[in-house]
Nanobody, 115 residues
């Protein structure tokens, strides 16, 4: 089992920044990748960014250049720096960990960007 605790969501103005954090605990040695998905109202959940245990990163094409994912393996943390926010970034952001057998998800943190 892996437990994930997200923090850092909230309200931002368009053009502003927010930084999300996610702390993992439990069976963390089996984590192959950590990252973030998001789900906006009425839309499907979509990948935002992910980082593997080896440090390789993957981003949604539409977010490259504005969002940056990083990982602190010593602290079992993953971060998402979100810059130049747009109203369309408004969504619930979910932290996840990927394992050989599946994934664990956090409860989600709301990000709201006002125009």
């Amino acid at each position: 089992q892996v437990q994930l605790r997200e923090s850092g969501g909230g309200l931002a103005q368009a053009g502003g920044s927010l930084r999300l954090s996610c702390a993992a605990s439990g069976t963390i040695t089996t984590i192959k990748a950590m990252g973030w998905y998001r789900q906006a109202p009425g839309k499907q959940r979509e990948l935002v960014a992910a980082v593997t245990s080896g440090g390789s990163t993957d981003y949604a094409d539409s977010l490259k250049g504005r969002f940056t994912i990083s990982r602190d393996n010593a602290k079992n943390m993953v971060y998402l720096q979100m810059d130049s926010l747009k109203p369309e970034d408004t969504a619930v952001y979910y932290c996840y960990t990927r394992h050989s057998w599946g994934a664990y998800w956090g409860q989600g943190t709301q990000v709201t960007v006002s125009s």
